[in-house]
């Protein structure tokens, strides 16, 4: 409990630095079909790039969204599908 700490807001600052170093911005395990139009729409994805993660399989998925927001990228698109190949490329595709 950070209550207990000499100084709570360092140990808080601490543990969210530790969470997005460790990928826990998004906590769950497995992805929802509504996860995913989520993130497509709050970036702002064309319907190529949507339609690229909308049928990738839930793993890959998964590791897109766990990444994090995109809404800052210049080009969100060909960010969603480096991060799939980087998925795929490293085992996240299943095959």
Known sequence: ????ARNPSAALLGRIREAKR????????QVRS???????????????????????CEEVQLV???????????NPA????GRIRD???DGGGGG
């Open 1 to 4: 409990s950070i209550i207990d």
């Open 22 to 29: 460790d990928g826990a911005g998004m906590a769950f395990t």
């Open 34 to 56: 509504h996860d995913v139009e989520k993130f497509i729409e709050e970036n702002g994805l064309d319907e190529t790039a949507a339609q690229h993660l909308r049928l990738e």
């Open 64 to 74: 897109v969204l766990r990444r994090g927001s995109i809404i800052d990228a210049r």
């Open 78 to 81: 060909a960010v969603v599908i």
């Open 87 to 89: 998925a795929k490329k």
